[in-house]
């Protein structure tokens, strides 16, 4: 049975929540293809593991974009109306956006004036960053702030926002 997605949900959560799991169920109960939009890119070893444990759960109906800095290009290319596209994940995309001194503030007004315009439906996965202290130093201070900026423009679009601890969601914001 499936289940309609709204147009764009949120799903947050810190490290090893669930997250991806939870929006991955969600794009696979939707009828049509199935789209990943990758951010991440195996900079080391323990991170190609990752991205391998990640691609061996999914099955032959996914595609996989590699989208390390061109996030709103491969939304563009890839939305589909009798599809549903997740992308995994806005914090390593920023991580990506941060290291290739790209603007952030433009990277997501970009991203956030695309999203309405888009077909299909779109689940886009993050890290929660912003619930423990504040950093020590200015470029991990300046993350954690460019993260809740770009989780607050991002939910302000999306018709549903979910929060993951321990696996469990919690609906933060809901269309229905």
Not at 51 to 71: C, K, M, S
Request: aromatic share 4%.
């Amino acid at each position: 049975m499936t289940k309609s997605l709204p147009p764009l949900t949120l799903v947050l959560g810190g490290a090893r929540s669930g997250k991806s799991r939870y929006a991955e169920a969600l794009v696979e109960g939707q009828s049509g293809r199935c789209t990943y939009i990758a951010t991440a890119e195996p900079g080391d070893v323990e991170m190609a593991r990752r991205i391998a444990e990640h691609q061996a759960r999914r099955g032959v109906r996914w595609r996989t974009i590699e989208a390390p800095l061109d996030l709103v290009g491969a939304l563009e290319r890839s939305s589909e109306s009798d599809g549903a596209v997740l992308v995994d994940c806005l914090t390593l995309w920023l991580s990506n956006l941060l290291g290739a001194e790209r603007d952030i503030a433009a990277e997501t007004r970009r991203l956030v004036e695309v999203l309405p315009h888009l077909d299909g439906a779109v689940v886009m996965v993050s890290n929660e960053v912003g619930l423990g202290i504040v950093p020590a130093n200015a470029l991990a201070r300046a993350f954690v702030d460019h993260a809740g900026r770009l989780h607050q423009a991002v939910a302000g679009v999306a018709q549903s926002v979910v929060f993951l601890s321990a696996g469990l969601p919690l609906t933060l914001k809901s269309s229905s």
